[in-house]
């Protein structure tokens, strides 16, 4: 039989062994090298894209792609994605005819779009630029949709509210404007999506300012 000591002793000597302390040394370094690796790879992808407001990259589902296409479905013409993350909406709309841009603060993302437009066939359709939104016009857009966050949706709605001609529309997912009166909602969830005519929430303003002209024509001076 064996001796149960010495059973425990050879165990102690063979965990304390040269051998083993550099097959440890290596396994934790491999370890660490693969979890560097995956950060260097991952890290750029979702990495904040706007650097006003945070806004960091979550990929549309296949769902919200849908909803927007199908309240786009009687609209033509061109047609920007704010914060177009890997060019799914963009490269989609494309597909459907739109003269599609993608406006993306991320230089990684705007590459791997560029590579996906080429690879699905719509590159000749599509543009993707490296910029950040609040230093870009979208007076030129017909269509505009966005992936935005409660942050900033005011600030956007002001700008797009001052830049686009009354013939545009807006698509807000996930998030709707804070002000403007949708004229249209689709899906549920997080998948919905609300859609506003430029010409209505272009109105309610103009309505607001003449109301408010009229209350100060009227009150009286002290």
Not at 29 to 57: D, E, I, N
Not at 79 to 93: E, H, K, N, Q, T
Not at 148 to 154: A, L
Request: with cysteine; hydrophobic share 40%.
């Amino acid at each position: 039989m064996c001796d149960p000591g010495q059973s425990e002793e050879a165990r102690g000597s063979a965990q304390g062994s040269p051998v083993m302390k550099r097959l440890g040394v290596i396994a934790t370094c491999a370890v660490g090298g693969s979890l560097f690796a995956l950060y260097a790879v991952a890290a750029p992808f979702v990495a904040p894209a706007l650097r006003k407001v945070c806004l960091p990259f979550v990929p549309a589902t296949s769902t919200q792609v849908r909803n927007v296409l199908d309240v786009l479905r009687a609209r033509s013409g061109t047609l920007v994605d704010i914060g177009s993350g890997d060019g799914r909406i963009v490269i989609a709309a494309a597909k459907q005819g739109f003269h599609s841009v993608g406006f993306e603060l991320n230089p990684w993302l705007v590459w791997y779009s560029r590579y996906r437009a080429w690879r699905e066939g719509v590159h000749r359709h599509t543009s993707f630029h490296i910029s950040n939104l609040w230093k870009v016009s979208f007076a030129q857009y017909s269509n505009v949709v966005i992936f935005g966050v409660p942050q900033m949706m005011e600030q956007l709605e002001a700008k797009l509210q001052s830049e686009l001609q009354t013939s545009a529309k807006v698509v807000a997912c996930r998030f709707p404007f804070p002000t403007w009166t949708p004229d249209h909602v689709a899906g549920e969830g997080i998948d919905t999506v609300w859609v506003y005519d430029a010409k209505t929430f272009k109105s309610q303003v103009t309505t607001a300012k003449l109301l408010k002209n009229s209350e100060d024509s009227t009150t009286p001076h002290q």
